[in-house]
């Protein structure tokens, strides 16, 4: 029989391609509900349609992956649900620019000409990051791939907008919200970015009306709001101001005057002058104040954020000087007018916090509009207990409290944004029953809706409003917050409002993996759709992986140029190489540093393991024998415990989601274990390949060699389906083998325990080599005392192991041998090697081992005052304590080891002094 071939070096590029087709071909990753198997169901963070892979989703769908693939080799009935976001504003975003370079504009095209083109755009553009996720290697059921817009999901967006309606938690109203005046359109309050900047602080003078000599000093950020003013508020207890409350101030820059009110809620007494303007057309907590206080409230800004006066009573030469500018060429102008008139007390620099818009970076401005709110506190209640009580995990534990703070302190969800890529909303309104036609919107021809017409919410248009009017019904413009869809994600996908076999099997789904930055924008709100429409919450299991970053751990950006481009990493290295790297680096609530040097690392590896298996390939025979592991050679019962623990570990750890700890168990098993020491181990009992030894030895190496590829699968798909194909093996994939468990008759306690004095014996051997600085090709001898009759009898079982795997001639396994001076031991906890130090060159020698008892000392010092400074063992996470403490063992051993070779050294040095002829 010929035995399979492997190319000598491995080259991932066409290896990927291959498989990753095949593996479609085959439905390997498709689901059926009617299969057998426990479900285990995930739903993808679905990206934008505009998106382009990055190294956040690269770390997304790779530990997305690694569950799926590991549940699905277990046997669990698995479903990874993949799709993209329409995301409204960033799509209707890059649309709008493409008009722009031709010239032209959503307005000039109108509407519904405006969607064909995002339409036309989607089919043509949106596949990209789709297409980036498969070079991935992620497994999902693309034959079920949903978009947020597609017919299905938008009659469960029409069915929950209804459904929410006559539940009274949707309603339309005038409200203040975020606009961005570049988007055209609200944002709720988690889409505004804040930022600190230094702005300045401005403390204005307002005079009483009745008595101008008395003046109330007022403060604020934003000058050219004054206009918008309709009250000046102060404490009620205050004792400066108290008597002037219900008395008036002239309002500087108008001609109006305005009352003072006394409000405990929005002053604070101690901050500033302790008397604080309120403009409740322009600030959040004024407009609170100023339902408190029945104020009017007076627009001074448009939609695009220039300032417009006409309510503001400004005086001609204000109005003149300002009228049409935007905010930020406004704000200078009003500051010199104030300052001309002495009504500026002064200036100082003042830090900030500035809200901007996440789409584009646009200074958003508080603005007077109608707009529809879900009525968020019914829905957060029962968000808050299903977390509370676990039915929802948050992973790690430190985010739940996140979470909770926020829910308690939700405010309602403005939903309605004033764009036209998303879902319309399906509300109409009567212009018949109003009584005026609706007038025009001037900057897109939309309807303005009078806040006052009534809406009639229904799935699709009615045929004529409540009084039977047809032909006069006019749809909501406005569309919905993207958001709004993709809370529907986990069940919409499955196909509801229609009960599907998907639903019934895959809802709840198992496990959610996504970043903290979408916490509240996404998960969220999930868990609050799912328990109101599918009376369950969405998924059990909520993942939240850290971000990448660069490797000083600073942010990945253009600008900075430390952005790394998974494709081109992939191209480069591999993508094998590329998620492992990220699985290696997923320590919880710890950001990811990623460098390419690390992924170049982990190529290496691949490369380890190609090679490990074309050593096996060429020691094959086809021969299949059966010995049962107890009665298999030392390395082999020993290689086989190994592998069985390490089966443990990784199941144990990818359990708990610690992809670092499985990842780091399956290298060090296949690096150090299996290439390392087991393949040297055996390569004497290959040199016979007739002998019963090497049979058994030729079993091992393969079985041992095939289940660590079903163990590393997950982690990296490609180079296992390669090298898995060519090895023994049953079935066509290995994509659906079992995935490796712990067996029984491959535990050998007494093969790890002799491994280990072996080890300790052949570690202190490598360091007396090095001391000495022997080159590793020196062929040394050795006596070897073991510190009880047991260990001395597990050396001599092996002695002809160690000679072979230390290069040494002649072991010699007995008692110490004190007072001979030419040896140099080393003593461990149960192995004492000894070696000449005849042909070293001492001098030398003597003085590199103080140099590294030096430099180690002050790295053991170093860790010391770390580990005795309270705020440190406060503040690190446990991983970094455990790895100090450690490493802190690690050298303070290898220390002391020094310490035994430098006194031995000495005493030898000067013994030959004393006798130079010995
Ligand atoms: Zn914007
Ligand atoms: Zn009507």
Known sequence: MSTPQLEKTYSPHDV??????????????????????????????????????????????????????????????????????????????V????????????????????????????????????????????????????????????????????????????????????????????LSDIEVEHEEITGKLYTIRYALADDPAQVLLVATTRPETLLGDTAVAVHPEDERYRHLIGKRVRLPLTTRAIPIVGDSILVDREFGTGAVKITPAHDFNDFEAGNRHALTR???????????????????????????????????KIEQLLTDQGLLEKSEPHKMALGKCYRCKTVVEPLLSDQWFVKIKPLAEPAIQAVEDGRVRIIPDAWKNNYLGWMRDIKDWCVSRQIWWGHQIPAWYCETCYGTPFLRRSSDGAPLIPSDAVAIVAKTKPDACPLGHRDALVQEPDVLDTWFSSALWPFSTLGWPKQTPELKTFYPTST????????FFWVARMIMMGLKFMGDVPFRDVYIHALVRDAEGQKMSKSKGNVIDPLHVMEQYGTDALRFTLAAMASPGRDVKLAEERIEGYRNFTNKIWNAARFLLMHLDGERIEVAPAQRSFPDRWI????????????????????????????????HEYCDKYIEMVKPALKNPNSEQAKSTRQTLAETYETMMRLLHPFMPFITEEIWQTLPHEGDSIVRRPYPTARQDWESQAAEEEFAILEECREL??????????????????????????????????????????????????????????????????????????????EKVNENVTKQIETRGKEVARIRQKLDNPDFVAKAPSEVLTEQRERLERESRAIRLLEQARQQIGWYISERKRSPTS
């Open 640 to 671: 086989l415990s190994r592998l069985n623990a390490t089966i443990r570990t990784v199941t144990h750890e990818l359990e708990q989601y610690r992809f670092d700890r499985a990842s780091s168990a399956v290298y060090q098993f296949i690096w």
């Open 95 to 186: 649309v709008e620019r493409q008009l722009q370079a031709e010239g032209t504009t959503r307005e000039t095209l109108g509407r519904d000409e405006f969607l064909t083109r995002v339409w036309r755009w989607k089919e043509k553009s949106g596949g990209t990051i789709i297409s980036q996720l498969k070079r991935l290697g992620a497994s999902c059921d693309w034959e079920r791939e949903r978009f947020t817009m597609d017919e299905g999901l938008s009659e469960a967006v029409r069915e929950v907008f209804v459904r929410l309606h006559q539940d009274g938690l949707l309603y339309r109203g005038e409200r203040l919200i975020n606009w961005c005046p570049r988007c055209l359109t609200a």
């Open 512 to 519: 959610l993996v996504t970043g903290l930055d979408i916490l």
């Open 298 to 332: 007076i627009k001074i800004l448009d939609i695009h954020a220039n300032l417009r006066l006409a309510g503001s009573m400004a005086d001609p030469t204000v109005a003149q000087a300002v009228e049409g500018l935007p905010v930020a060429k406004a704000r200078p």
């Open 765 to 842: 051997m490598n360091q007396e080599r090095a001391i000495l600085n022997y080159p590793a090709g020196k062929r040394l001898h050795f006596k070897v005392h073991g510190k009880t009759p047991e260990i001395r009898e597990v050396l001599n079982k092996h002695k002809k192991l160690i000679e072979h795997m230390e290069n040494v001639e002649n072991l010699m396994v007995g008692s110490p041998q004190p007072n001979i001076l030419e040896l140099l031991t080393l003593t461990g906890d149960s192995v004492e090697p000894a070696t000449s130090m005849q042909d070293a060159e001492l």
């Open 16 to 93: 990927e391609d291959r498989w990753y087709q095949r593996w479609i071909d085959a439905g390997l990753f498709h689901a059926d509900p009617a299969d057998p198997g426990q479900p285990y169901a995930m739903v993808i963070p679905p990206p934008n349609v505009t998106g382009s892979l990055h190294v956040g989703h690269a770390l997304n769908n790779t530990l997305q992956d690694i569950l799926i693939r590991w549940r699905r080799m277990q046997g669990r009935n698995v479903l990874w649900m993949p799709g993209t976001d329409h995301a409204g504003i960033a799509t209707q975003n």
